[in-house]
T-cell receptor, first 110, second 112 residues
C-alpha cells in the first residue's frame, strides 16, 4: 500500500529559527513529490521535485529529494509568524494520483 | 481565470439526505480529483478522473459517487449522508502529477 509519512506532526518555534520538515514515502511508480502550504483554506503549491539532489528554492524556503532513500526535506530559514501553517507533502504515482501525508503543523511564535 | 470553483462553501445535511458537491475548472485540465480532510488525517483521496468519461476510486470511496461527462466538471454525490461524512471536501485539478494540482476553496459539510 502506498504511503507518505511526515514528521514531526507538529512543531513550535520562535521567529528567526530554522526548521526542517521531513517526508518519507513508499509509492509504486513514483513520478514526483510535491510540497504544499495550507493555512485556513485550500493548500497552495510550494515545490515540485522529480530528481534527486537538486535543491529547489523560493526565498527562505528550500527543498530537496533523495530518491534512493525515499525522502524529502523542506527547510525554512529565518522563520516568521506568517510561516505558521500546515505543510503537506504529497507524492504522485503513475496513476496521476497525489497521495498526501498527514501534514506538519508549524507554529511560529513572535 | 477562475481556476477551480467549488460550491457550496458550507452545507448542513440531515442523516440520510443526498446532495451533490459541485466542482468546475476552466484550465482545461485532464485530471480532477476529490479529497476529504479530517483533523489528524491529512487529505484522503475519494475519487479521481484522468479525463472525460473516466473515473476511478481512491482510498475512501464508499458512500460517494462521481461522474465526468465534460472536461470542466466533476461533481461528487453523497448518496445517503452519514455523520461520518462530516468533513471538509476539496476538489483539485491538474495537467499531470508532475505539474502539481490546483485546489478549490473547499466545502465544509456537516451531517447531523
Amino acid at each position: 500500500e502506498d504511503k507518505v509519512v511526515q514528521s514531526p506532526l507538529s512543531l513550535v518555534v520562535h521567529e528567526g529559527d530554522t526548521v526542517t520538515l521531513n517526508c518519507s514515502y513508499e509509492v509504486t511508480n513514483f513520478r514526483s513529490l510535491l510540497w504544499y502550504k495550507q493555512e485556513k483554506k485550500a493548500p497552495t503549491f510550494l515545490f515540485m521535485l522529480t530528481s534527486s539532489g537538486i535543491e529547489k528554492k523560493s526565498g527562505r524556503l528550500s527543498s530537496i529529494l533523495d530518491k534512493k532513500e525515499l525522502f524529502s526535506i523542506l527547510n525554512i530559514t529565518a522563520t516568521q509568524t506568517g510561516d505558521s501553517a500546515v505543510y503537506l507533502c504529497a507524492v504522485g504515482g503513475s496513476q496521476g494520483n497525489l497521495i498526501f501525508g498527514k501534514g506538519t503543523k508549524l507554529s511560529v511564535k513572535p | 481565470n477562475a481556476g477551480v470553483t467549488q460550491t457550496p462553501k458550507f452545507q448542513v445535511l440531515k442523516t440520510g439526505q443526498s446532495m451533490t458537491l459541485q466542482c468546475a475548472q476552466d484550465m482545461n485540465h485532464e485530471y480532477m480529483s476529490w479529497y476529504r480532510q479530517d483533523p489528524g488525517m491529512g487529505l484522503r483521496l475519494i475519487h479521481y478522473s484522468v479525463g472525460a468519461g473516466i473515473t476511478d476510486q481512491g482510498e475512501v470511496p464508499n458512500g460517494y459517487n462521481v461522474s465526468r461527462s465534460t472536461t470542466e466538471d466533476f461533481p461528487l454525490r453523497l448518496l445517503s449522508a452519514a455523520p461520518s461524512q462530516t468533513s471538509v471536501y476539496f476538489c483539485a485539478s491538474g495537467r499531470t502529477v508532475n505539474y502539481g494540482y490546483t485546489f478549490g476553496s473547499g466545502t465544509r459539510l456537516t451531517v447531523v
